[in-house]
């Protein structure tokens, strides 16, 4: 077969287990071990036929519900490479969204100044890693509950060659009882109601622990917001993902906690509000 014919089959295949036909192609990309490039010069050439049988039970795990990435082993964040698997939330597009507004309010707040940066509930270190990749003048830490999660991002932090110092703990237990403030803190923690529905995909392949976050979803940054003050520098900047249903109770924790700040909600590409975004003390140099 060739790589096009592997792709029809494939996404046959996915027709008739009513399973998303896109999946396919950046399964067979990605599973050929060619560059873009490359994989379209050769779409019509013969595909090994040890290599064909490994594709086609990649397609065979992919139709019986197993996201591509964790087939495939990885993704792509922020053009990062991350090693991703069941113990990690898989990086969502909408958090690259985030690194982009950490890193334009970190120029206007800083600019080129070195900041210390936490990232809370970290999964496998995407924001961490990006954070400190993107910016070398971001010192960065990062926590999460879940010590296998914590394995994964260290791993990628290293791939990456990025300097994150990693504690396993509560939210912002770690960092409160070793006395240290931040800059900047950043947070995408798991955001989803207690009560509603997630595709089979989603709940069946990724940690649970990652996904829901009580009532409304709203107890995590309850909890951050309870206790930022431990960890935050007078002039700082906070920046969250949150659920799109929320935006009226994530500005109603910053104006509670934080009245006297810059607080505002941004929305993501696809014109959702997505992300709060609290600037505090501006105007302090
Ligand atoms: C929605 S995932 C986000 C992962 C990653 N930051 C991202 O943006 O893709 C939330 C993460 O918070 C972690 N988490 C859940 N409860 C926690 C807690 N009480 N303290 C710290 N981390 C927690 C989960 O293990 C998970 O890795």
Known sequence: MT??????????????????????????LEMSGLNGAEFLLNIHSEVDRALEEIIKKGIEEY???KPVQHIVGYTYFYGYKMVVNGDVLIPRPETEELIGYVLAYYDEMFDGKKVDVVDVGTGSGNIAVALACEESNMKVWASDI???????????AENNQANVTFYQGNMLDPFIEKGLKFDILVSNPPYIPDDEYVEPLVLDNEPNIALFGGNKGMKF?????????????????????HSHKTRLEMLELANTYFPEANSFVIKDLNGKDRFLIVLIGEEND
């Not at 879940?146 to 990628?156: C, D, P, Q």
């Not at 917001?225 to 002039?235: G, I, T």
């Open 3 to 28: 790589y096009q014919q592997l792709i029809n089959y494939g996404k046959k295949l996915a027709k008739s287990h009513n399973v998303e036909v896109e999946g396919i192609k950046i399964l067979v």
């Open 63 to 65: 139709v019986s519900g």
């Open 146 to 156: 879940s010590f296998e999660a914590l394995e994964t991002a260290k791993v990628n």
């Open 221 to 241: 940054y309850q909890e951050i917001f309870e206790n930022a003050k431990k960890v935050l520098k007078d002039k700082a900047i906070m920046a969250f993902e």
